[in-house]
């Protein structure tokens, strides 16, 4: 299945050389660019090859292998990241999904459903860049900004990660609606959420905290408990003391005489 607006440019990150060798004859058959690197580069570097995508195994990486990936994240945030490797446990999986991977492949696996993922990622990216051609929306004293992931409150950066800017972007676009936490949850990390996870719960509470320590004078994120979050931004009421003497003060109320 071929993807359009141009070939897919895709960095393969791995040292497995039965895996490279298959792979690498599968994609030289269709139209894409790619490369094989067998170190992890610098991320100023990734962003040079403007990618599509980006193919790891986080075993060639070492110790700091999400240290990595989170950097990656962060300074590519429209970059689709698909992470194959061999056996994992399930701590793993969960925190390179929920530190920013779109993808989780497990080796043994074969080409066609690797490339198949890929596809698959690079068009759920594509779509999402779509809001690239949307205007700035602003909302009290914040402005969002699809084309830069990011949002600026009273112009300055609310320097929010990719996770916090989709989890906003999305709270945003149901502005007066409330979403559930699973609805959230799923929507923004992209799988069903788990009895008991409070990721969207620590999560809203980092944007809120970010959002409202510029702008101070304004709530954004309402909280629906037992239900969820709804986005409304709202001035925050102040009770003004004033020791002042009121232009009128209110009289006795008079008695009328009672007629004889």
Same mark, same amino acid.
């Given at each position: ?23 690498s ?5 269709? *139209? +894409? ?5 067998g170190?992890?580069? %610098? ?30 994240c962060?300074a ?24 920013? =991977?779109?993808? +989780? ?10 490339? *198949?993922?890929?596809? =698959? ?17 602003t ?22 990660t ?10 945003? *676009? ?12 799923g929507?923004? +990390?992209?799988? =069903? ?10 999560f ?41 003497? %009121? *232009? ?13």
């Amino acid at each position: 299945m071929s993807l359009q607006q141009g070939p897919v440019r895709l960095a393969v990150i791995d040292s497995d050389t039965g895996f490279l060798q298959v792979l690498s004859k599968r994609l030289e058959g269709m *139209a +894409w660019q790619f490369r094989v690197l067998g170190a992890p580069p %610098p991320t100023e570097e990734l962003v040079a090859m403007r990618l599509n995508a980006l193919l790891v195994d986080p075993t060639l990486l070492g110790p700091r292998a999400f240290e990595f990936l989170d950097r990656v994240c962060e300074a590519l945030p429209g970059l689709g990241l698909i992470v194959c490797t061999g056996q994992s446990t399930v701590s793993q999986r969960v925190r390179g999904l929920r530190g920013g =991977a779109d993808d +989780w492949i497990t080796k043994p696996s074969h080409p066609e459903e690797v490339i *198949a993922r890929i596809e =698959a990622v690079v068009r759920r990216r594509k779509r999402a860049s779509a809001r690239n051609e949307t205007p700035a929306v602003t909302a009290g004293e914040l402005e969002i900004r699809t084309d830069q992931f990011q949002a600026f409150v009273r112009g300055t950066s609310a320097d929010l990660t990719r996770r916090e800017f989709e989890l906003l972007a999305l709270l945003a *676009a149901a502005e007066g609606q409330v979403l559930q936490r699973e609805e959230i949850y799923g929507r923004v +990390w992209g799988y =069903a959420m788990a009895h008991g996870d409070r990721s969207v719960d620590v999560f809203v509470r980092k944007l809120r905290h970010k959002l409202e320590r510029g702008s101070p004078g304004w709530r954004y994120i309402h909280t629906h408990f037992g239900i969820g979050y709804r986005f409304q931004p709202e001035p925050r009421m102040e009770v003004i003391e004033d020791d002042r003497t %009121p *232009a009128y003060a209110p009289q006795p109320e008079e008695r009328i005489p009672a007629r004889s």
